[in-house]
């Protein structure tokens, strides 16, 4: 509607803009035309200026008026467009009612389906979920009872090894307490000698028999050796004698003793135990009597391996002076080869028992040879004998079952006669 109202208006415009065009070049062509006549000039002008005035009023009458007709005709326009537009309003409002209450009553409809099926839904799933929760409850039982147990169990293994520990604990407690002890006695010369020695001979009577070694052994030059390996000819008989230098490897090993002083240490540990290797190669090495070598037993491993890795010219002197070094490690290897040696040494010695052993089951196994012999012998005889008693028994049931089927008064047959010696 706007836009036939600018339409109108552009109309009445270009009606007005030609008129005006119009008259415009009638005024013109008469100023032309009366040009030449100056008394004219001013009367045409007067004329031309009313003319001008009365078409300026009669333009501006025109124009208010075409104004009043064009705001009527726009307030006709706009009422008509209100009323149309209200009434649009009022049938978009009443389609909008019946289409809301369709709607209302379709989504109402709809509503109560998907309430149905949502309520079946929920019903499965209720039942779905409580049939899982079931199960779930069961399994969690299930393994709460097993956890449970398991914790249970576990708690009694941590009980019994704290028992353990308990008992460990008291065992270190006497440890500690016997180290304190062993300390102490190792503190003296002569405890530390009775270790030693106490040592030697517990590995002595777990590897050797009684009679295979002597302990507190005097010799014929009025010298006590600890132990005697009595071991068969050419070896002979072997001194074993335990020397515990463990003040001057003490402090040989400080770390907090100065250069000068730990030098002086081990100066004195090397002058101990040349003495103890040099004393035992003259006392308990005798011609004739005991073997050509002796052993010098060193109670402490950490001892015997200073003295191998570090001191060489002590082991030197101790395969110069014939005298085995050995630990308590080392030790075992040399008493079990001695008992092997013993046992070597005993088997020879009861090599002619054997022998005679084996001639007296020569002979056995020849009697029963023999005996053997006679008895397949017998076998074999009691074999024919079976044999014999077998046919003999066959021909005594023929004969019953002949007699049974022939008469009393018919004659014996010469065969029968022939067969009854046989």
Known sequence: MYAQLQAFELTHYLLFSSLLLNVLTCIGLVKIYFA?????????QNIIIKENADLRQSLLNQQYESSQSQQSHF???SHQLNNSILNGFKNIAENSQSVAAQQRQEQT???????????????????????????????????????????????????????????AQKQISELSTNVTSLQTILADKRSRGAFGEVQLYALLE???????FSKQAKLSNDKIADAILELPQPTGRIVIDSKFPLESYQRMTDLQLANADRNAAIKQFKQDVKKHITDIATKYIIRHETADSAILFLPA??????????????????????????SPTTLMAV???????????ATREQVHIIQQHLTLLSDDFNRFGK???????????????????????????????TIENLNLNDEISPELADNAGK
Do not use: C, Y
């Open 301 to 326: 491993e950490a001892i015997f391996a200073e003295i191998h890795a570090h001191h060489n010219d002590l082991v030197e002197l101790a395969w110069q002076q014939k005298i085995w070094l050995t």
């Open 206 to 212: 777990n590897t050797l028999a009684p009679n295979q």
């Open 335 to 345: 008493l079990t080869t001695a008992k092997a040696v013993l046992k070597d040494e």
């Open 371 to 401: 005996r053997f012999d006679q008895l397949a012998r017998h076998i074999d005889q009691a074999a024919n004998d079976v044999k014999q008693i077998h046919t003999s028994a066959q021909k005594i049931s023929g004969r019953f079952n």
């Open 109 to 167: 409809q709809a509503l109560k389906w998907h309430a149905d099926v949502v309520g079946k839904r929920i019903d499965n799933l209720t039942q779905n979920t409580e049939q899982r929760l079931d199960k779930i409850s069961d399994r969690v039982n299930e393994k709460l009872n097993e956890g449970f147990a398991k914790s249970i169990e576990t708690f009694n293994r941590i009980m019994q090894r704290l028992a353990l520990i308990d008992e």
């Open 36 to 44: 030449k006549r100056e008394d004219v000039v001013t009367q045409m």
């Open 75 to 77: 307030n006709n326009l």
